[in-house]
């Protein structure tokens, strides 16, 4: 499990005094608080299926970026007893542009296959964020991840659409202390 679902070639650029751009890959496998995360995580929504809440708190330079990309991942493949998908979606939620732009990458990172990461920004694809939102949702994108001004039309493009309302969404709240106030808790 651990070389099938976790292991991980990073590969990351760097750029010297002078310019000049290095390559560099690191073998990331998961710590024990991390394996123990997600292979908790899991294990819950598949035995007690969609519609619960659960809370994991990682400390600064633990490696939280990697759980949910780990975690976004496998509940994204998640099947239950019955073969059928337990989410439609997997839907990540930052709460500021900077760390948007790191977890997508980490995220993007972990499987390259076209269609399964949607980047909902302003950078990729054409349209508003609102449309490219619906038709992530309506095409059933295995992870979408959003910011949290993009939220709210998540919320409204699942209200709009009678198909939308009868799916199952996992939702995953990064540095969800931060945003828990006003109308976007």
Do not use: C, M
């Amino acid at each position: 499990q651990i070389i099938g679902r976790f292991v991980h070639l990073e590969i990351t650029t760097e750029e010297d005094w002078d310019g000049r751009k290095t390559k560099k890959e690191a073998l990331i496998f998961p710590r024990y608080h991390q394996w123990d995360l997600v292979t908790r995580l899991v294990r819950a929504s598949r035995e007690e299926g969609p519609g619960h809440k659960y809370l994991a708190q990682h400390s600064a330079g633990s490696g939280k970026s990697n759980s949910i990309a780990w975690t976004a991942h496998q509940l994204s493949s998640l099947y239950n007893a019955q073969g059928e998908k337990v989410f439609h979606s997997v839907i990540v939620v930052t709460d500021r542009t900077v760390l948007d732009d790191q977890l997508q990458e980490t995220i993007y990172q972990f499987e390259h296959a076209d269609g399964v990461v949607g980047r909902i920004n302003r950078n990729e694809g054409q349209g508003s964020k609102s449309e490219k939102l619906a038709t992530a949702l309506e095409q059933s994108q295995p992870i979408v991840i959003v910011t949290i001004q993009t939220f709210p039309h998540v919320l409204q493009a699942i209200e709009n659409s009678v198909g939308l309302k009868t799916r199952n969404y996992a939702i995953i709240a990064d540095e969800a202390h931060s945003s828990q106030s006003g109308s976007t808790a």
